[in-house]
Structure formats: structure tokens, C-alpha cells
Nanobody
Framework: QVQLRESGGGSVQSGGSLRLSCTASGYTYSTYCKGWFRQAPGKEREAVATIDSDGSTTYADSVKGRFTISEDNAKTTLYLQMNSLKPEDTAMYYC??????????????????WGQGTQVTVSS
């Protein structure tokens, strides 16, 4: 089992920055694809960024050039650096991890573990 816990959310003005962290505990060596997702009120949860065990990354078009996903060398902490934040980035942000390598278009079914979420609110 793997437990995930997000932190770093908060309220920020448009144009500001936040860094989210996701700390993993348990059998973390068994996880490969990791990702950040978000869900805004009244909307479906969407993938924001993913990182595979080889360090390759993908980003949603809406965050490219503004957000950066990374993890520490021990692969126990996942980060999401968010710059130039916009009101439309307001959402609950979740981290997720899976036992498989990342696959394009795989969706949420790829992930075995989820955190409880951290709220990000961007005001104009």
C-alpha cells in the first residue's frame, strides 16, 4: 500500500505562484507513473501533469509553460510548481500514483493511489 498526502495549497492572487507537494509513504518503490489532477466545482476531474519513472513529463495544454511537475531523488515527494496562476486554475488538486508506466490517454484508471486533495484558489 501507498499513502499520499498533499500540501501547499492556498489562496493567491492572479499572477502569483504556489508549490504543491505530495508526500508518499509505504511501498513507494512499486509506483511508476505519478500525476497531478484537479477538479473545479461543477467540473470533472482532469489531468494536469504526469511524470514517469524515467523522468518524462506531460502537461495539459492549459498549464504548459506555467506549471512544472517534478519529484525528489528518493521518489517519495512529488511537486507541482505553479506560476502565473489564473482564476481558472482554482480547483482541488490531487496527486496520484500507479503501479504501471504512464500511458497516453490512459485516464484515471492507471492510478492505484490518490491523496485527499489540497485546495488552490486564485483570485482576480
Amino acid at each position: 500500500q501507498v499513502q499520499l498526502r498533499e500540501s501547499g495549497g492556498g489562496s493567491v492572487q492572479s499572477g502569483g505562484s504556489l508549490r504543491l507537494s505530495c508526500t508518499a509513504s509505504g511501498y513507494t518503490y512499486s509506483t511508476y507513473c505519478k500525476g497531478w489532477f484537479r477538479q473545479a466545482p461543477g467540473k470533472e476531474r482532469e489531468a494536469v501533469a504526469t511524470i514517469d519513472s524515467d523522468g518524462s513529463t506531460t502537461y495539459a495544454d492549459s498549464v504548459k509553460g506555467r506549471f512544472t511537475i517534478s519529484e525528489d531523488n528518493a521518489k517519495t515527494t512529488l511537486y507541482l510548481q505553479m506560476n502565473s496562476l489564473k482564476p481558472e486554475d482554482t480547483a482541488m488538486y490531487y496527486c496520484a500514483a500507479g503501479h504501471r508506466y504512464c500511458e497516453a490517454g490512459a485516464g484515471e484508471g492507471l492510478y492505484n493511489y490518490w491523496g485527499q486533495g489540497t485546495q488552490v484558489t486564485v483570485s482576480s
